[in-house]
């Protein structure tokens, strides 16, 4: 009797979170789809090709800029391999990213990421920003170095690796504060 009991629970612990993962794939999958790029994705340099199998090649003071997301190098290569979406491998002394914060968002979300690296590879299918060669990454006042960092668009999460010899280095600022009225009668609580 109580293994059936405890069988019973297993089984409604299982469904009750079934549609729970279900909807949090979804709201994973909603929030990736909100933070690509809407409008156009512009591209300028000092020369650009257009290859054969729609491989662009650009050269000399790149930018690629949408509504949320800007890379600037010496060299790009972009490719679309589905509509409207596409892979840019970014090359400069250094390469560089900035993302717009969120608006209205709170916390991470609402803080602007900057970013550079030696090599910039991103993928806005699937939303990685892969960041190589003496890497440095800024949220708001926070900072990651490191010889790699990967950075996950819509989680604006951050991964990062130190190379041979080298760490990674995280600073973390501590918020601000609030002022305190010192009566003068002790320690405040």
């Not at 909100?34 to 340099?45: H, I, N, Q």
Request: proline share 5%.
């Amino acid at each position: 009797m109580r293994r059936t009991a405890e069988t019973i629970l297993l089984a409604v612990a299982l469904l009750a979170s079934a549609p729970a993962s279900a909807q949090a794939a979804e709201e994973t999958r909603a929030t990736l789809e909100s933070l690509r790029p809407t409008g156009p994705v512009t591209l300028t340099a000092d020369s650009a090709e257009w290859i054969e199998g729609g491989e662009m090649q650009y050269l000399g003071n790149v930018t690629l800029r949408s509504d949320t997301l800007t890379l600037r190098g010496d060299r790009m290569t972009v490719t679309q391999p589905d509509e409207g979406q596409f892979q840019a491998q970014v090359v400069g002394s250094p390469a560089q990213l900035d993302h717009a914060g969120t608006p209205g968002a709170q916390g991470a979300a609402a803080q602007a990421v900057s970013a550079r690296a030696t090599r910039i590879d991103y993928d806005s299918r699937a939303g990685v920003v892969r960041l190589s060669g003496n890497a440095r990454l800024q949220r708001g006042s926070d900072e990651v170095s490191g010889e790699q960092i990967e950075y996950i668009v819509s989680e604006r999460r951050v991964r990062a690796a130190g190379g041979t010899g080298s760490q990674v280095r995280i600073v973390i600022q501590p918020q601000a504060r609030s002022p305190r009225t010192d009566t003068g009668t002790g320690p405040a609580p």
